[in-house]
């Protein structure tokens, strides 16, 4: 520690001086490995140095900061986290939404129960009854949800598979969610910042990465939750990396406020943290295995 110190107070883009004494100069000489000291005048004051003169100081100086140990970070050090079997399965700092045996985690915005229907391992929507929201609520998150449209086609474009998994929902105000697109987007043409996988009326989707009707796909979210000032302004955008079936379709992408089926997006302030919303869109689109973690 003494050593970095010393040598950040020796770097020419700091206001260091020297040290007023000689032998101050020579026990840092010690701890720097070099030898004797030398005097320089500054601003009409003397001045000690490490070393027997300037230019050995300048060379040690630069040998110091190419020096692996100069670039290592040890402290903190990270928390270990056990990963699960497989990309699909929790790690062990992760929070279970839904397990597949109820529907405890979730609520509609009123706070009653979540009365979607409950099958085997998985739920699907019950049209009519309503979107439901994380009990818990999140900001920064990394979030895994499995979900499967109908295997029966039924309509077309928006009207078919459509829901949608919605970040950082502000229920007592209404949609005011970050939502990426669920929809049945496999041989099924919309408008591309509508289709599965896109930030809904925002960025497109990068590829289509849609399996067929009636099989489970996979997103795999990375949400960065914006930032407000104390005054409401923005202070900075939130962003979305979306994995599509194991495939990358969202690359940091930059939300530009909260999601709006007509007109454009904008940012209204709100809490740091907020439940997580899927939505009710009249279609029989199902969920299993979804889990989350805070970042």
Known sequence: MILTILL??????????????????????????CEGSFSVIKDGENFFLPCKNQDELDDFIQEREVEPKVTEIWDPEPEVVTPGNSFRDAPSDAIILFDGTNLDNWMHKNGDPAKWDLGDGFFTVKPGTGDILSR????????????????KIEGDGQDRGNSGVYFMENYEVGDTGYEVQVLDSYDNRTYSNGQAGSVYKQHSPLVNASKKPGEWQTYDIIFKAPIFNENGGLESPAYITVFHNGVLIQNNSQIQGYVKYIGYPEYKAHASKLPIKLQDHSNLVSFRNIWIRRL
């Open 136 to 151: 818990e609520v999140f900001g920064s998150c990394q979030l895994h949800v499995e979900f499967r449209s109908p295997l």
């Open 8 to 33: 950040t107070l020796l770097n020419i883009q700091t206001d260091f001086k020297g040290f007023p004494d000689r032998e101050t100069a020579e026990y840092y000489s010690s701890i720097l490995g």
